[in-house]
């Protein structure tokens, strides 16, 4: 039996692992938490709606950690995780975007849940000679539109993704492609590879979830459905892989097209990838950015550009110094939300 603990269990990743887990014998929900919305019906012997996740994490003393929270609010569970050694299956990119310098010093082991990453991760198993990783992405409900088309998008239109069905805050990011801008630097943490060896391509049916190329010419492609119970399923059940109930892929209905990302338009991609050659604590505030931003932008208070705008703009404006520990990483968090703030309602 592996004891599993489910962070984030009411979200659109919470939902489908709940599934995932019910569905196999060896795994067992020992405790699953919310921020806000009740667990009532979810079956765990540990429930905790808020509070301290740590506390639960205790208690719960699982085998694997799901890390299915949204933001960076999930930084404590995934530093307790990898402290001690827990294997993470992480969700919960922006934990890892925000804390990577302090998370890649643990000793604990982190199995992606992300799609993309989920690919990589398999692409690389038992590999060599890799020369870069190429993370693709949908290009959003927004792709091929001009910036003049994009003033006045709202969040209604920016929530209709063309290919995932997920949280609001991811599928926002997936509409400016800050998305991408945070895998890019998830990648970067996950593999160790600096950020010029990896590059970013738009596939819009999402069917390769990603590729690595090798420096004999060769490149490995991970191909699937746009569902997220696969690497969810393969995160928890690893290496045993796990049988998930999806349909095989139909090859002969199957075109694949790919496009380079509209750089211009959706400046969230290079800003990150910016912060994250940057380092130190400027992927936090990048981060912590755009977490105001999305929600100021969600609520019909801030035009869909401007999130990039309040992001570059607070980028400018910390000194980016690095975390020397959890205290560090969230003072640097605290005044990017705060310069994100004030830029949102400047006094
Ligand atoms: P969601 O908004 O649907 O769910 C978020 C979950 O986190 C909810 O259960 C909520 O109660 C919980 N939560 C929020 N704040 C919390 C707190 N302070 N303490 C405890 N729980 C808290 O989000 P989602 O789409 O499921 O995404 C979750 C994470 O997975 C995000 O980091 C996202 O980027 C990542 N992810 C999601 C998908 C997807 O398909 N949804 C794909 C790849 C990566
Ligand atoms: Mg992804």
Redo the contacts with the bound molecule.
């Keep these: 039996m592996k004891r599993v603990a489910l962070?984030?269990?009411?979200?659109?990743?919470?939902r489908q692992a709940i599934e995932i887990i019910s569905a196999h014998p060896e795994l067992e929900l020992v405790a699953a938490?919310?921020?806000?919305?009740p667990l009532d019906d979810v079956d765990a012997p540990l429930k905790q709606v808020?509070g301290d996740?740590t506390e639960l994490l205790e208690r719960a003393e699982p085998d694997v950690v799901l890390n299915?929270?949204?933001?960076f609010?999930?930084i404590h569970a995934t530093l307790w995780t990898l402290e001690r050694g827990i294997d993470l299956a992480l969700?919960?990119?922006?934990s890892l975007v925000a804390g990577g310098e302090l998370a890649t010093r643990l000793r604990g082991r982190i199995i992606p849940?992300?799609?993309e990453h989920s690919a990589l991760f398999q692409c690389l198993e038992g590999q060599s000679g890799v020369e870069t990783l190429v993370l693709t992405g949908s290009g959003g409900p927004f792709r091929g539109r001009t910036r003049d088309e994009l003033q006045d998008v709202t969040a209604e239109q920016a929530l209709a993704h063309p290919t995932?069905?997920?949280?609001?805050?991811?599928?926002i990011?997936s509409a400016t492609l800050a998305?991408k801008g945070?895998e890019l630097i998830e990648a970067h943490f996950l593999f160790d590879v600096p950020y010029d060896r990896i590059e970013v391509v738009i596939q819009p049916t999402s069917i390769v979830h990603s590729l690595v190329r090798f420096r004999d010419g060769a490149a490995l492609a991970h191909l699937g459905q746009p569902d997220?119970r696969v690497p969810i399923s393969y995160a928890l059940t690893y290496p045993a892989r796990a049988a998930t109930p999806l349909e095989p892929l139909d090859l002969t209905r199957l075109t694949l097209e790919f496009q380079a990302p509209d750089v211009e338009t959706f400046p969230m991609l290079e800003l990150a990838r910016e912060a994250g050659k940057k380092g130190g604590t400027y992927p936090a505030s990048y981060n912590a950015a755009n977490e105001v931003a999305v929600a100021s932008f969600l609520a019909g208070k801030l035009p869909f550009l401007g999130i990039a705008d309040v992001v570059a703009d607070v980028l400018e404006r910390v000194d980016g110094s690095p975390a020397r520990d959890l205290t560090d990483l969230i003072a640097a968090d605290e005044t990017a939300r705060r310069f994100a703030q004030e830029q949102l309602t400047p006094v």
């Design positions: 962070l984030g269990a009411t979200g659109s990743i919470g938490a919310s921020g806000t919305t808020g996740l299915a929270v949204v933001g609010a999930g969700a919960n990119k922006e849940v992300d799609s995932w069905r997920m949280g609001p805050k991811i599928t990011d998305n945070l997220m």
